[in-house]
């Protein structure tokens, strides 16, 4: 990552050293971020329950620990031509004609996860993070609670040795 990089779209990764029980083992969907103003994202892989609204099942997540006592309802969807990921929150949930294309990957979360002005960035150069770029199958995720150490798997021998360690050592 270079100073001044805009990391929207981005996926943060915790490093398996990553002790705080909020963003311990998470993948979280920048859905803003700004060197200057700080960031935004809602954690991808801690599902809670499901909600069925007019028919549809919609997922509910742990979106962070930032404001949990709101929901928040989103689409967060993989495109291909060009290949991007489309994000949109919905303020209103109950405005179902702001919605129109936005069906498919709906989801609802429960706070979401916030950085100050520097405070990712620094939080990256040590390391805390890992920067990937989103792929479709981490956007749709199927598995949200083994995908985290799916990902560690595929990363390289080391990150996958420490995301095998248990939480408390003493079970090693």
């Known amino acids: 990552m270079k100073p001044g990089d805009n990391l ?3 996926l943060l990764v915790a490093h398996p050293v ?20 700080g960031a935004m994202g809602f954690v991808l892989n801690r599902p809670l329950e499901s909600i ?3 028919g549809v099942e919609i997922p509910v997540f742990f979106g962070g620990p930032v404001g949990t006592s709101q929901m928040l309802l989103t689409s967060l969807q993989w495109r291909e031509n060009p290949t991007i990921v ?15 294309g936005w069906e498919n990957g709906l989801r609802i979360f429960t706070g979401y996860s916030g950085w100050t002005s520097g405070q990712l960035e ?20 199927k598995e949200a609670q083994g995908a985290w150490k ?7 021998p080391l990150l ?8 408390d050592p003493r079970q090693n």
């Open 8 to 10: 929207t779209g981005s």
């Open 18 to 37: 990553l002790r705080d029980p909020n963003f311990r083992r998470t993948i979280i969907f920048l859905s803003q971020h700004s060197p200057e103003e």
């Open 52 to 54: 069925t609204s007019e």
């Open 86 to 100: 489309a994000f949109r929150a919905f303020p209103d949930p109950g405005d179902q004609d702001s919605r129109g």
């Open 122 to 141: 620094h939080e990256i150069s040590e390391n805390t993070w890992l920067v990937i770029p989103p792929t479709r199958e981490l956007i749709e995720m």
């Open 150 to 156: 799916s990902l560690m798997r595929h990363s390289g």
């Open 160 to 167: 996958h040795l420490l995301s095998e360690a248990p939480d």
